[in-house]
């Protein structure tokens, strides 16, 4: 999966600023992130974390600074971006999965119409794929025949499938009821464990503390504070981080 | 009854007139919708100008004057169709693509936006992704406004009757003259002709719509 020495990081954000009308969402954002790192992104609501996520694949552009992945600047638009997206796995809040194809076909999709595989071949991927997250009994059915956290173990599936570089996940547990929480989580955990780099903007503090290499606390458009799980958690240096933190761990 | 009977190879051509118009303009109506609502959705502001365009002057131009203009106004310009039939179906496909442009659009737009974030996050371009994940979904949606385009459009193949075209609409104009005492037989010969079009239609669009029906 590599192609470049170690030395270089393996997304790179850089002076990244992004207005939206007359709101500064994403201020002088620099962040490096390597290969098999894990970094979970948290902050208030509003803070501009899932913006900045959704800047790495560019599916929100940027009005100043440098987005590189692997060393390549991202491109702005047309098939250039379409090539590097195919390496840049994404998992949303509300799954997303297409609604109108069956659950193999969700995961096939890409790997046929952008990898060009062979039709058979992307389906025994696929299946292994939906067999590691626990879904291989259902791949014949639609998508809303499926629970939310079916639904979103499938999605990482569909992104695993094109053997994404970087996975990105934009609170992927924010939209499931709480007993399917942990059947994401356990996936993403196993992820990490395997060495995947991930980018996670998360409200989960139990999945940062036990999978995450580093935190990112953003608040106000700004990371306040990047530390380590340990770290963060138990003495958070910004004021700002403390108070998030009180709010969020005394119930 | 004698009178269908004696009058039988004049309706069934003008029947059969009629259908033809209406199955070639549709399908061209059809196809050149598709690539205008695709136009209207697309990134470059050039192409959503120019199908914007499109749709405005053909959907808010009387159909009788696409007709004038594709047989009389194009002749100024040295131009002329290899037929009458197919000057007609150029109009009624014109003017109705620009309705099938409107209704496939409005079915884009009730496509929720994630399904199109996902499409672009695994490497599909705007093409593949219209192509794949948002046209097959917007079609669905607009089966039963397409049912309501098609069917305005098998009736206004009725126009071509005044640029003789011998469809049904002139069928009717030619019986009724030499038939005055029959004319409810008339009447009664050419709605049915036009009924046998247009209500199987609206049973099969009803019956895609509920085979092509995506649970959300």
């Known amino acids: ?205 139990g999945f940062a503390r036990r999978a995450a290499n580093r935190v990112v606390f953003m608040d106000g458009g700004r990371v306040v504070e990047t530390a380590t799980p340990e770290d963060f958690f138990t003495r958070p240096e910004s004021e700002r981080a403390k108070d998030f933190l009180s709010k969020i761990l005394n119930h | 009854m004698q009178f269908l009977i004696d009058n039988f190879p004049l309706l069934r051509s003008a029947f059969l007139t009629t259908l033809s118009l209406a199955v070639a303009s549709g399908l061209f109506a059809l196809v050149l919708g598709t690539i205008l609502a695709g136009m209207r959705v697309s990134p470059a502001p050039t192409l959503r100008g120019l199908a914007t365009f499109y749709v405005e002057v053909f959907r808010n131009t009387p159909l009788t004057v696409v007709f004038f203009f594709l047989f009389f106004g194009i002749v100024e310009i040295d131009l002329q169709f290899p037929s009458r039939f197919i000057a007609a179906v150029a109009a009624l496909g014109l003017y109705t693509a620009a309705f099938v442009a409107e209704a496939l659009r409005s079915g884009i737009n009730a496509v929720p936006t994630g399904q199109a974030e996902a499409a672009r996050a695994i490497g599909l371009d705007f093409g593949q992704s219209l192509r794949t994940v948002v046209l097959p979904q917007a079609f669905r949606t607009v089966v039963p406004p397409l049912g309501n385009v098609w069917i305005a459009l098998a009736k206004n193949t009725s126009i071509a009757a005044g640029f003789a075209v011998t469809d049904l609409t002139a069928a009717l104009q030619r019986l009724a003259n030499v038939n005055a005492d029959q004319i409810l037989m008339v009447f009664f010969a050419i709605v049915l002709g036009y009924l046998v079009i247009t209500l199987p239609s609206a049973w099969a669009f009803r019956a895609i719509e509920t085979r092509v029906a995506i649970v959300r």
């Not at chain 1, 997304?11 to 620099?30: E, P, T």
């Not at chain 1, 499926?146 to 094109?162: D, K």
């Open chain 1, 1 to 205: 999966m590599t192609s470049r020495p170690n030395g270089e990081p393996l997304v790179r954000l850089s002076g990244v600023n992004k207005w939206f009308g007359d709101l500064h969402v994403l201020q002088d954002i620099d962040l490096s992130i390597d290969r098999g790192e894990v970094v979970v992104v948290i902050g208030p609501s509003g803070s501009g974390k899932s913006t900045l996520c959704r800047t790495i694949n560019r599916l929100e552009g940027v009005d100043k600074g440098e987005i590189t992945i692997d060393g390549e600047r991202l491109p702005e638009e047309g098939k250039a971006l379409a090539r590097l997206r195919a390496d840049v796995g994404m998992v949303f809040q509300s799954f997303n999965l297409f609604a109108h194809k069956t659950i193999l076909e969700n995961v096939t999709l890409g790997p046929v119409k952008v990898r060009r595989k062979a039709r058979a071949d992307a389906e025994r991927r696929a299946r292994e794929l939906l067999d590691r997250v626990g879904i291989s009994a259902q791949a014949d059915k639609y998508p809303a025949q499926l629970s939310g956290g079916q639904q979103q173990r499938v999605a990482i599936a569909r992104a695993l499938a094109m053997d994404p570089k970087v996975m990105l996940f934009d609170e992927p547990t924010s939209a499931l009821d709480p007993e399917m929480i942990n059947e994401v989580l356990e996936v993403m955990t196993s992820l990490a464990r395997d060495g995947m780099t991930m980018v996670v903007v998360t409200h989960e503090m």
